[in-house]
């Protein structure tokens, strides 16, 4: 395991890794100012040292002093600071004058800086860290040559030497600050880049992949997905430890039972998925709600889990016990086991709870259970469920699923509509929603389509989709045609806008429904203000009746309307036999029409086809504005949808 490391000691490390090379180069280049001040600045404090030597000898020159007295004063000069001496060479010029001396001889045939000086050059050799040499050649000027009659202008007369140490050489003041501001400078910016590479690396790339693993998971709702990121930092690994802890709760709450700690039908749902051969069992407490009402929630809940432990008892290992919604559980176990076996386990399995009593106070509660079984690799939820149902109906312990029960089940589910549509005609909750549709030139609500709905007991709307076949089956469905038309006469009576009203071939060859439309236009004398709008999907048979009823509804004001042209009998050959006033395009062509070139091309036809014939076109299921804006370049007269209004009740 890579060791680790907390972001305090990170930053720690950084500091000082960048400290000690900012100070390790700092340390190179004030080595390097300091061997620059050695050879510049000692060179010019020595010439001014020498220049001030040799004034003082050519003072005493000019006084006429004799070569007694100049050494006595070099010997002064050299008593002003025991750490500097002063050394005077005359050149082989001086000698041809004023003759020689043994140290000056000496020092001009074994001293190479003595030599390379009377060469006219100054020379500085640094002898260590401390001590200098500094070797100024004296050269003659015109006023000198008074003396040095052999003697020409430029040549070296002699050699000023002096030697001392540098433990007090000068730096100016400007070259301290520049090199402590550039120092500043450059420890700042080696700290930044430092913090940045190494946060870089080890903190804002962790981080990020740190977001990015929540986002994933919150985005797929994945909440299995764990989070575990190579990283160095203790702090970073903690924030790991605790979002996979939240993780790990949230888990257990979504797929465990708080109450049982038992699976939950979720992760049931998940295990079902993988659709192997297995067996399902659904088991059901009888009559809890009464028990529960009875002995209160927390006798309640003991009960719930006593009858887990029981079921858990009475089974192997291989099986897999969840807890479901309320009263329920569900054993799921591989498909290992003979018919005759599951019908042994099932009794079994009811017996054991029916033995099991849970004791309260001084009474005892007895518990009874249901189950329905399933076999196979799909629907085991739904057919568990269905053999449970029809389990409690015959009031037997249990039942295993066969494909009778589909009928028995649909036949149930035949009755409770055929009720529910009885129940809603006597009550008067069959009511008609309107859908706006708009003139496309003006973009104003100009008619509403009349839909039917049923309201049920929360208020909630249910759509005919759910109901209308039952409906015909049981013939309820001519009773629901004519609750919409009247209801819908009566509340445009007294709006200014038309209203098309749905009706199938049945409709109009049902006399009741016709006689009630004949009547009611009769009674309310629309003019132009109700289009019926015929949405039969199949091939008129009855013809000639369609026609005359198209006859005398457009003698009392009414208007006709094609639905869904393109599909049944709305056809080209149809729309010039019925001479209608309005084609509704199919919404299938419709809803894609602004990225599908086929739609817009059949589309096209259509409304060309309608302008010839002076009718008028609708395009409905106009979900947005592109749709819209397609529709409205082609053409289309009218358009309808909900990206330009919702059903409403108008009453």
């Known amino acids: 395991m890579k060791k680790k490391t907390t972001y305090k000691k990170l930053i ?7 400290l000690t090379l900012t100070l390790t180069v700092a340390f190179i280049y004030s080595n390097y100012m300091k061997q620059e001040a050695i050879q510049k600045l000692s060179k010019i404090d020595a010439r001014k040292t020498t220049e001030l030597i040799f004034q003082s000898l050519y003072s005493a020159m000019e006084k006429g002093w004799t070569r007694t007295d100049l050494e006595n004063i070099i010997k002064r000069l050299n008593t002003v600071d025991e750490n500097m001496i002063v050394n005077v060479y005359r050149s082989q010029e001086v000698v041809k004058n004023f003759g020689d001396i043994q140290k000056d001889y000496y020092a001009r045939e074994n001293n190479p800086f003595v030599k390379k000086s009377l060469q006219n050059d100054e020379i500085l050799n640094i002898v260590d860290d401390s001590t200098i040499e500094y070797y100024y050649p004296i050269v003659a000027k015109n006023e000198c040559l008074k003396c040095h009659t052999k003697t020409t202008q430029g040549e070296v007369l002699g050699i000023i030497n002096i030697n001392y140490p540098i433990n007090d050489l000068k730096v100016s003041l400007s070259s301290f600050i520049n090199f402590f501001i550039l120092f500043i400078i450059l420890f700042s910016i080696a700290i930044f880049v430092a913090l940045y590479f190494e946060f870089e690396k080890y903190v804002i790339k962790p981080i990020k992949k740190f977001v990015n693993n929540i986002n994933y998971i919150s985005e797929n709702k994945d909440i299995k997905r764990r989070i575990g990121i190579e990283n160095k930092i203790h702090e970073i690994d903690n924030m790991q430890d605790v979002f996979n802890e939240m993780l790990n709760s949230l888990e257990y709450q979504f797929y465990y039972d708080e109450l049982t700690q038992l699976p939950n039908r979720k992760k049931l749902i998940e295990v079902l998925a993988n659709k192997r051969n297995s067996i399902l069992m659904i088991i059901n407490i009888d009559k809890f709600q009464h028990i529960n009402d009875l002995y209160g929630d927390k006798i309640g809940n003991d009960i719930l889990v006593n009858t887990a432990k029981i079921i858990n008892n009475n089974v192997s290992e291989e099986i897999e016990l969840f807890k479901l919604h309320a009263d329920e559980y569900a054993l799921y176990m591989p498909l290992t086991i003979t018919k005759e076996e599951i019908h042994i386990l099932a009794n079994h399995l009811t017996t054991a709870i029916e033995d099991n009593t849970l004791k309260v106070k001084d009474s005892e509660v007895f518990v009874n259970a249901t189950i329905g079984v399933s ?10 469920d269905m053999a449970l149902k029809l389990a409690k109906k015959k009031k037997t312990k249990y039942l295993i699923y066969d494909v009778s029960m589909n009928i028995e089940h649909e036949y149930e589910q035949n009755l409770k509509w055929s009720k529910k549509i009885k129940d809603a005609i006597q009550t008067n909750q069959v009511i008609p929603v309107f859908q706006p549709i708009v003139d496309i030139k003006t973009s104003q609500i100009v008619k509403y389509e009349a839909l039917m709905r049923i309201i049920d007991d929360n208020g909630d709307f249910i759509e005919p989709v759910h109901f209308l076949d039952l409906a015909k089956k049981n013939k309820l469905y001519t009773k629901l045609t004519q609750v919409i038309v009247e209801k819908t006469f009566e509340i445009f009576k007294d709006k200014d806008y038309q209203v098309s009203i749905n009706l199938s071939v049945q409709d109009i060859l049902n006399e009741e429904v016709h006689q009630l439309i004949l009547s009611l236009l009769n009674k309310y004398k629309f003019k132009d203000k109700i289009v019926f709008e015929l949405i039969e999907s199949e091939g008129i048979e009855n013809f000639d009746e369609v026609i005359n009823f198209i006859e005398q509804v457009k003698k009392l004001g009414a208007k006709i309307s094609i639905d869904d042209f393109g599909t049944g009998y709305s ?30 091309m059949v589309t096209e036809t259509i409304i060309d086809f309608a302008k010839k014939l002076e009718i008028k076109t609708i395009a409905e299921f106009i979900h947005s504005k592109n749709v819209y804006d397609v529709v409205k370049e082609m053409g289309v007269d009218y358009a309808q949808g909900y990206y330009l209004g919702k059903t409403q009740r108008l009453d």
């Open 375 to 384: 076999v196979g690799n799909e629907y085991l939820l739904n057919n568990a």
């Open 12 to 18: 720690l490390k950084i500091i000082l890794t960048t």
């Open 571 to 600: 056809n080209f050959e149809y729309i010039m036999k019925l001479k209608v006033d309005y084609i509704k395009i199919d919404a299938s062509m419709i809803k894609n029409i602004d990225t599908n070139k086929n739609s817009q």
